[in-house]
């Protein structure tokens, strides 16, 4: 399925990142613009060509950083990477390809714009 990037993922690596950037942007709208900041650099260093353990390291911080600047939109932000297997507690964090991060990270970032667009209307 081609949902969002072009790349072939299973839609649920799409559907978890695109839900985890619009409930962000809905409920924290201050707290935007840095994410998108922080999405733009993990899509650069996609681009550039960072290897899938680099990749699965920043992404997982950018996570982290997620779950803990924003406490009330926790317990929904780990409902939604339970999704994806994905585990802030676990000692190791999950590894994904580079398809999946890529495909998470685009979606979130349309999460985060379909809310801005949403504004603009």
Do not use: H
Request: overall charge neutral; proline content about 4%; charged content about 20%.
């Amino acid at each position: 399925m081609n949902f969002f990037c072009r790349k072939r993922v299973k839609p649920l690596f799409t559907i978890a990142g695109f839900s985890a950037g619009y409930l962000i942007a809905k409920n924290n709208p201050d707290f935007t613009e840095s994410a998108l900041s922080v999405i733009n650099a993990l899509l650069n260093a996609l681009k550039e060509g960072s290897d899938e353990e680099v990749m699965n390291a920043l992404f997982r911080e950018a996570i982290l950083d997620l779950v803990e600047s924003n406490p009330p939109l926790q317990m929904n932000l780990l409902a939604i990477l339970d999704t994806i297997a994905f585990d802030i507690k676990a000692p190791e964090a999950s590894k994904f390809s580079m398809t999946e991060l890529k495909a998470m990270i685009c979606s979130f970032k349309n999460g985060l714009m379909a809310v801005k667009l949403e504004k603009a209307q």
